[in-house]
């Protein structure tokens, strides 16, 4: 998989943080994010694993054929969600299958993990937050960076719904699944804001410093001065 750390720290450059959560734009930078790996990102849960001894014959005559034909079924799914029409991408055309009928046959395999990571997006984007929170909490792509991406996205549709508790949950589960300065940073920054909007200044606190502490070279790292000396202020008001 190609090597995602190497992501410039301006492309995670953080909002500015207002008296309102700013989920939209948490929203689309989720999306962007897809977007900009999602190549790597197929490649990566695509990857037919060789299995061995007693599985072997599952392995070649199951779950090989079942790998195929679900990444057959998948690909006019892909192409709708690619062109943003998401309910043909979720539901198919009449004449190739969509996202939910791929998982229906083949949720075991790696094409339909993906599926569901794929459908958690289209129902976020169709404003089905309830139903993308669903998907994505079920996803268990196996990539490391995916999988926090699904919790994090899962943290905005969860906002959406006004459960900030279970927000906060999926952005930290985010932001601590995968220790890398591309994704953990940018969760552990959406956790902070959410505490925030909690009227959770010390956990906010502890959630930024964590942030200053580990990831000091990035974007969000660079700017917990500027967000403590804030909390600091208004905590002393």
């Given at each position: 998989?190609?090597?995602?750390?190497?992501?410039?720290?301006?492309?995670?450059?953080?909002?500015?943080?207002?008296?309102?959560?700013?989920?939209?734009?948490?929203?689309?930078?989720?999306?962007?994010?897809?977007?900009?790996?999602?190549?790597?990102?197929?490649?990566?849960?695509?990857?037919?694993?060789?299995?061995?001894?007693?599985?072997?014959?599952?392995?070649?005559?199951?779950?090989?054929?079942?790998?195929?034909?679900?990444?057959?079924?998948?690909?006019?799914?892909?192409?709708?969600?690619?062109?943003?029409?998401?309910?043909?991408?979720?539901?198919?055309?009449?004449?190739?299958?969509?996202?939910?009928?791929?998982?229906?046959?083949?949720?075991?395999?790696?094409?339909?993990?993906?599926?569901?990571?794929?459908?958690?997006?289209?129902?976020?984007?169709?404003?089905?937050?309830?139903?993308?929170?669903?998907?994505?909490?079920?996803?268990?792509?196996?990539?490391?960076?995916?999988?926090?991406?699904?919790?994090?996205?899962?943290?905005?549709?969860?906002?959406?719904?006004?459960?900030?508790?279970?927000?906060?949950?999926?952005?930290?589960?985010a932001g601590h699944h995968s220790d890398n300065e591309l994704t953990a940073p940018t969760y552990l920054f959406r956790a902070g804001l959410a505490l925030e909007k909690a009227n959770k200044a010390a956990d906010a606190v502890a959630i930024y410093k964590e942030i200053q502490s580990k990831?000091?070279?990035?974007?969000?790292?660079?700017?917990?001065?500027?967000?403590?000396?804030?909390?600091?202020?208004?905590?002393?008001?």
């Open positions: 998989m190609t090597e995602t750390k190497n992501k410039t720290a301006a492309e995670n450059t953080p909002a500015p943080v207002s008296k309102e959560f700013q989920l939209e734009d948490s929203l689309h930078k989720a999306e962007d994010f897809f977007n900009k790996n999602k190549n790597s990102i197929i490649i990566a849960l695509l990857v037919v694993v060789v299995v061995v001894g007693g599985t072997f014959a599952y392995s070649k005559f199951i779950k090989g054929p079942n790998e195929t034909k679900a990444q057959n079924m998948v690909f006019h799914a892909q192409q709708y969600f690619e062109r943003d029409s998401f309910r043909l991408a979720l539901n198919g055309d009449g004449n190739y299958e969509g996202f939910l009928q791929v998982i229906d046959k083949y949720s075991s395999t790696k094409t339909g993990q993906l599926a569901k990571y794929y459908a958690g997006v289209s129902y976020v984007k169709l404003g089905e937050f309830q139903k993308g929170a669903d998907m994505l909490t079920s996803f268990n792509g196996g990539d490391q960076i995916v999988q926090a991406m699904a919790y994090g996205l899962a943290g905005d549709a969860y906002m959406e719904l006004n459960q900030t508790d279970k927000g906060i949950e999926y952005y930290k589960k990831y000091p070279q990035t974007a969000e790292g660079r700017e917990m001065d500027k967000y403590l000396a804030r909390l600091s202020e208004v905590r002393s008001n």
